[in-house]
């Protein structure tokens, strides 16, 4: 992994080999629980991905104040953000955003260290979201394997095997089943 997290006072402190530190600051607490809240949402996909560079801007450059129903507007094109765009690799600004967004939450440096020390990438962003849902008290077991979380959760696990004898259609919920079935007999009856 190419970044080393460390905390720098109240700022998370993100190096990354022959790059400037980004010094992220602090989101006050009801901002952090906004960008919580988003993120959840989106990965939950209960909430458009569009609105992910909102929650990432927020947590690399702070807001400028809230909206009339209370929601923090973020930074726009604020100085972290344009240096994760402009200066640094895809794989290099995921090891910048991922820390800055857990920095922000309730875990904290503890958040960022877990996401660094599991390899950074997928395999740290899926052990932190996890640990993040269970701090929050949004469990699998409360929201069922069928519910929007559970299925973020099960998507992030790797898949198993297909054995022969199980074909594609097998593998589908019931309710796409019976769609996917109706759907073969319609082209082939042309």
Same mark, same amino acid.
């Given at each position: 992994?190419?970044?080393?997290?460390?905390q720098?006072?109240?700022?998370?402190?993100l190096?990354?080999?022959g790059?400037?530190p980004?010094?992220?600051?602090? *989101?006050p607490?009801f901002a952090?629980?906004?960008?919580? +809240?988003?993120?959840?949402?989106? %990965?939950a996909?209960?909430? =458009?991905p @569009?609105?992910l560079?909102?929650?990432?801007?927020?947590?690399?450059?702070g807001?400028?104040?809230?909206d009339?129903?209370?929601?923090?507007i973020?930074v726009?094109?604020?100085?972290?953000?344009?240096?994760?765009?402009?200066?640094l690799?895809?794989?290099?600004?995921?090891?910048?955003?991922?820390?800055a967004?857990y920095?922000?939450?309730? *875990?904290?440096?503890?958040?960022?260290?877990?996401?660094? +020390?599991?390899?950074?990438?997928? %395999?740290?962003?899926?052990? =932190?979201l @996890?640990r993040?849902?269970l701090?929050?008290?949004?469990?699998?077991?409360?929201?069922?394997?069928?519910?929007?979380?559970?299925?973020?959760?099960?998507?992030?696990?790797?898949?198993?095997?297909?054995?022969?004898?199980?074909?594609?259609?097998?593998?589908?919920?019931?309710?796409?089943?019976?769609?996917?079935?109706?759907?073969?007999?319609?082209?082939a009856?042309?």
């Amino acid at each position: 992994m190419s970044v080393i997290a460390a905390q720098d006072g109240r700022n998370l402190k993100l190096t990354i080999d022959g790059v400037e530190p980004f010094i992220v600051k602090p *989101l006050p607490g009801f901002a952090g629980a906004k960008a919580t +809240e988003m993120f959840i949402e989106i %990965a939950a996909r209960q909430r =458009v991905p @569009e609105d992910l560079e909102q929650v990432w801007q927020m947590v690399l450059d702070g807001i400028t104040g809230a909206d009339e129903n209370g929601d923090p507007i973020p930074v726009l094109d604020g100085p972290n953000w344009q240096r994760v765009r402009s200066t640094l690799s895809l794989h290099e600004g995921e090891d910048v955003i991922h820390p800055a967004f857990y920095w922000q939450t309730t *875990l904290g440096i503890d958040g960022v260290n877990e996401f660094i +020390e599991s390899g950074g990438g997928l %395999a740290g962003a899926k052990k =932190v979201l @996890e640990r993040l849902i269970l701090t929050l008290g949004i469990s699998p077991m409360q929201t069922g394997r069928s519910g929007a979380l559970g299925n973020l959760i099960q998507s992030l696990e790797p898949t198993p095997p297909i054995s022969p004898s199980t074909t594609t259609l097998d593998k589908l919920p019931p309710h796409r089943r019976g769609f996917m079935q109706n759907r073969k007999q319609r082209r082939a009856q042309g």
